[in-house]
């Protein structure tokens, strides 16, 4: 166990095998509604927050919650405990040390700075933030990435890491969320503090800062998600319109074809001398005539002219 002394608050910092000592920690009269949230400690399956404002002046707050989820395996997650009143603050299994951007030196003197333990529960949330902002940073990278490969070149796998990059936000607002529901029950359980401080305000605006990004990458995510069903859309409809056309224009040979494979007792065409070169130039003139009435109507244009303009997209980026 690591006890930081502050000004008129501690906080104890205790490994996962140390229930005993953190028993010891919690009030008698908070004891009774915490005992069942307490005894299943440690869970690493739900997330429990409970404010307990049964005795004036001394309200608590307690709980367990995932600060760390891993975006492929549902079971890789980090859950800490904590017991919070006024002037103790208690956390199991609590680690910052496994972000990145997290500098120790830089939390203890905002801890220093604290006035009590709400205030400084606060700066280990804004903390927890901060490493969220890190991970974001990373993901905007691969949003943008995927945005100029999805211009392009469209292909299946990019539906795939469309719909991975959307996973991976979900568990990011999964756990900002956790963080954003933490900072408003502190600000509930301890309601007559006011909250005006620099650094409980740092992290309530870094709160809304990530959740701000969250919905902007959120809407970027959707809008790509729209783009690509529009795209499988239209290349469905020129399928469509492609087998419509040929078709359309092989409907004259497929009716002379019929009728040359016929067998009836009398066929006076066999008596032609041109009959072959007769049927071809007449199967010829349908078909270009159908081909003349197909375009006049506009029914071609859009299949060559897409195609054109595609190779020529293509080949202004090289």
Same mark, same amino acid.
């Given at each position: 166990m690591k006890i930081f002394y502050g000004k008129g608050w501690n906080w104890h910092r205790l490994g996962p095998q140390e229930k005993t000592k953190a028993l010891e920690l919690i009030q008698t009269h908070h004891w009774p509604e915490c005992q069942k949230w307490f005894l299943g400690v440690p869970s690493e399956n739900i997330n429990c927050l409970e404010i307990n404002v049964a005795s004036n002046e001394c309200e608590a707050l307690y709980g367990s919650l995932i600060y760390q989820q891993d975006a492929e395996e549902e079971h890789n997650r980090s859950v800490f405990h904590f017991y919070l009143t006024k002037d103790c603050l208690f956390t199991m299994n609590f680690d910052l040390s496994v972000f990145e951007g997290v500098h120790p030196k830089q939390v203890e003197h905002q801890l220093n700075r604290c006035k009590d333990a709400p205030e400084a529960f606060l700066v280990l949330v804004g903390e927890l933030v901060n490493a969220y902002f890190v991970?974001?940073?990373? $993901?905007?990278? *691969?949003?943008?990435?995927?945005?100029?490969? $999805?211009?392009?070149? *469209?292909?299946?796998? =990019? =539906?795939?890491?469309?719909?991975?990059?959307?996973?991976?936000?979900? =568990?990011?607002k999964s756990l900002v969320m956790t963080m954003k529901k933490l900072a408003m029950a502190v600000k509930e359980a301890f309601v007559s503090k006011? $909250?005006?401080? =620099?650094?409980?305000?740092?992290?309530l605006y870094k709160i809304d800062r990530v959740i701000t990004l969250i919905k902007d990458y959120a809407n970027d995510i959707n809008y790509l998600l729209h783009s690509e069903e529009v795209v499988t859309s239209h290349r469905g409809n020129e399928i469509f319109k492609a087998l419509t056309i040929f078709t359309t224009l092989f409907t004259p040979v497929t009716a002379f074809g019929a009728l040359w494979g016929m067998n009836f007792k009398y066929m006076p065409e066999l008596s032609f001398k041109y009959g072959y070169l007769y049927s071809l130039v007449l199967i010829g003139f349908s078909t270009v005539m159908v081909y003349l009435y197909l375009k006049k109507k506009g029914w071609t244009g859009d299949l060559l002219k897409d195609k054109k303009k595609y190779m020529k997209r293509k080949s202004s980026f090289k």
């Open positions: 991970e974001l940073e990373q $993901f905007e990278n *691969n949003l943008r990435t995927l945005k100029w490969k $999805f211009y392009h070149d *469209n292909n299946k796998s =990019i =539906i795939e890491a469309i719909h991975k990059l959307r996973h991976e936000l979900l =568990i990011m006011h $909250f005006d401080g =620099i650094e409980q305000c740092r992290t």
